[in-house]
């Protein structure tokens, strides 16, 4: 998807189309950082994982605006049903990019074109949105492909090609090769995917070791064997935020955390899955970061229980009598939901069950927002 974010906000309101569109958190703060800007807003420099303090000097007659992460995640469900649709055989890599592996599309949709207009005009006909695709015998060069192709283009890339089409490209473009590894290969002389691809083997592993010297080489030669994993469960689920300023306010503090905690608990309940370890993070203003965990004595998804827990974890946190920078939830130990129903003493968790049940029905129609504790809705 492109500039997934700012393209959800402008399909919401077209009075933002073709303006410098600017997505984070804490827009108004010092501390926030940019989650995806408009390509409008790019041409000024300003990409995502900036300080949004930097993006403001960058671009300030820009729009800031903060992010609608519910938004945001019903738009990737739907594209994600899109996707389904043509294959089986989707994974999701994150909440704005995915591979599908159209082998077995092929004779139904009539080849790669064909395939590719299809996800393109249904995309943009069901949610107004533009992305890109990339299409080739590999993810690896797959990804390229749509990285060239972007924003809202198509490249295939023929079987048997992938060599010729990757060799003009600089090294940055090979997914894996971050900015310290490009680096070093410029300083050898090798600019290109070509250069590599035909560069001696020994002297890459002079400087890489063996392993890294071959999958570094495999990358410039189109070379990938990675195959589209459909299950991916998730191994935890969390959320953190950092204040505007550091907080030796405690009750501020577990407003937040109470905030962040159902989020996570909402987030549980829609993979389907419950969690049997709690784990509270703050970080301090020295930048000393603490993890205090407890595991409960069985699975669960409801917020009670898991807020249970943290209450028993604060005091440990608190002991430290330091300033507050950052402060997180984590939910682990996780299994699908076949809870069993208790035989003694279990009446207080299946009411909650109950309830959230209905608590989410509403959130999942009217916004995540729609529906609150009230502990969480004084911050």
Wanted: charged share 25%.
């Amino acid at each position: 998807m492109d500039a997934f974010f700012a393209s959800v906000e402008e399909a919401r309101d077209p009075r933002l189309r073709g303006k410098p569109l600017i997505i984070g958190g804490d827009v108004e703060g010092t501390r926030g950082v940019v989650s995806t800007a408009s390509y409008a807003a790019r041409a000024y420099g300003v990409h995502s994982a900036m300080p949004m303090v930097q993006a403001r000097r960058l671009c300030p007659h820009a729009i800031f605006l903060q992010g609608d992460f519910h938004l945001y995640a019903v738009a990737s469900r739907r594209v994600k049903e899109i996707l389904d649709g043509v294959s089986p055989q989707v994974q999701m890599a994150s909440i704005d990019e995915a591979y599908v592996d159209i082998s077995g599309s092929q004779r139904l949709f009539g080849g790669d074109d064909a395939i590719a207009a299809h996800i393109k005009t249904a995309i943009r006909r069901e949610l107004d949105l533009p992305c890109s695709i990339g299409i080739a015998g590999n993810k690896m060069v797959a990804k390229v492909a749509t990285n060239i192709g972007k924003p809202d283009g198509y490249v295939r890339v023929a079987p048997g090609g992938e060599r010729d089409f990757l060799a003009p490209l600089p090294v940055r473009a090979l997914p894996g090769a971050g900015p310290k590894t490009c680096a070093v290969l410029e300083g050898m002389g090798i600019m290109r995917a070509g250069q590599m691809a035909e560069w001696p083997l020994h002297a890459l592993e002079c400087v890489f070791g063996r392993q890294g010297a071959v999958l570094l080489q495999r990358a410039a030669r189109g070379v990938a064997d990675a195959v589209v994993a459909t299950a991916s469960a998730p191994k935890s689920i969390s959320r953190e935020t950092t204040f505007e300023r550091d907080l030796l306010d405690w009750e501020r503090v577990e407003t937040v955390l109470a905030h962040l905690l159902e989020r996570c608990a909402y987030a549980l309940r829609e993979e389907g899955l419950e969690a049997k370890r709690v784990t509270l993070k703050v970080r301090y203003g020295d930048f000393e970061t603490k993890l205090f965990a407890r595991t409960l004595p069985e699975s669960t998804c409801i917020d009670a229980e898991f807020a249970a827990a943290l209450r028993e974890l604060l005091p440990k946190a608190r002991a430290r009598r330091a300033r507050v920078r950052l402060i997180g939830v984590t939910l682990s130990a996780l299994t699908h939901n076949q809870h069993q129903l208790r035989l003694f003493g279990g009446e207080a968790s299946e009411k909650w069950a109950r309830a959230l049940e209905s608590v989410d029905r509403v959130r999942a129609k009217m916004g995540f927002s729609a529906l609150r504790f009230g502990k969480a809705m004084s911050r």
